[in-house]
């Protein structure tokens, strides 16, 4: 059975293809599929749920095939929740730029806690049936930003347990424990009973 | 005195120069600064506080003046606080796209309850002395669209104590209760004291 991945992000194609690498499915992501990968859907959610779906069906209708897309973000206590569902674009520019800019707003702040949380929504076109996985890794923001693996937050990002970022521990730590693959552990196991 | 609002909305200056009127400052609008109206200041702060800030500084340091800025939203108790900041540009499109995606998202929700909030920073270059004002108004959102005054969520936002949208009930009744109204009393109260 063919199954979308329906993200074009090159970070999140990588940690998926590494997570689903053995399932029984052809996983495909849109990346393959040059008519669709630079269609611009606005993320007009208001939760992490709501993101995930809209994506999810977009792309499901699209291609009439059965799709899964992920929203994630950071979410930071003592910015009240912020960046949240603008995690990617609260700043224009690149990951660097945002790292810097949430490093800034925590300059003087000693509570560091934050949590990456993801919401994976699977939708099936035919049938319209709707399947929600989530996942959330505890942790705190680093007082500066170390290590290249990964992408977005991750190198501003120390998980609980753990004294180095997510950039530094790299994609085989990451994947064990992070928000997204928690939440794509859980899809995977629903997706085995088939 | 010269006091700039930081604002080229034509709707909040509309407001600003009818509560202002009586001022004994001369009052001006980046409506009246050609290259200064256009420019794109993004709003990266993660509160109305932060976002007023930003925008107060960066155009009393273009200009040189003495000057203020609000930074508005609604916040919808069943969405969590949805749009909040992002009210302006959570949904690209007009005011009226906007308004549909927030009723479309209520559809079926019985708890309407909402509030507009304002908060106004005044900002002086010369000193760099900063003060805020915030404003307040309690209400719930319209089952559908109504009125055409004011601008924004006015159509869809009836006020506690009343029937009708802001849209319907006109400026003369807005500027009387509304959340910018009552935090640039507090900044017009404030500077009746020069």
Redesign the interface.
């Known amino acids: 059975m063919k199954l979308l991945f329906a993200s074009a992000n090159q970070g999140k194609v990588r940690e998926v293809f590494k997570i689903f690498g053995d399932l029984n499915f052809e996983l495909c992501s849109l990346v393959d599929f040059i008519d669709l990968k630079n269609l611009d859907l606005?993320e007009?959610g208001?939760?992490f749920k709501e993101n995930a779906f809209l994506k999810a069906k977009f792309f499901a209708d699209k291609t009439n095939l059965q799709a899964f897309s992920d929203d994630s973000g950071l979410v930071i206590e003592a910015?009240?929740g912020?960046?949240g569902i603008?995690s990617g674009r609260?700043?224009?520019g690149t990951d660097a730029d945002r790292n810097r800019?949430i490093l800034s707003?925590l300059k003087n702040e000693s509570n560091r806690a934050a949590a990456f949380v993801t919401t994976v929504c699977l939708y099936n076109p035919h049938d319209q049936q709707t399947h929600y996985f989530e996942g959330k890794v505890e942790g705190e923001i680093a007082m500066q930003s170390s290590g290249d693996a990964g992408f977005g937050y991750d190198p501003i990002f120390i998980p609980e347990g753990y004294k180095k970022t997510f950039g530094e521990l790299g994609l085989k730590v990451k994947n064990k424990l992070s928000h997204r693959s928690r939440a794509l552990e859980k899809l995977k196991k629903y997706l085995m009973r088939y």
Do not use: A, N
């Open positions: 606005e007009t208001s939760t910015l009240e912020f960046p603008i609260w700043l224009r800019g707003k």
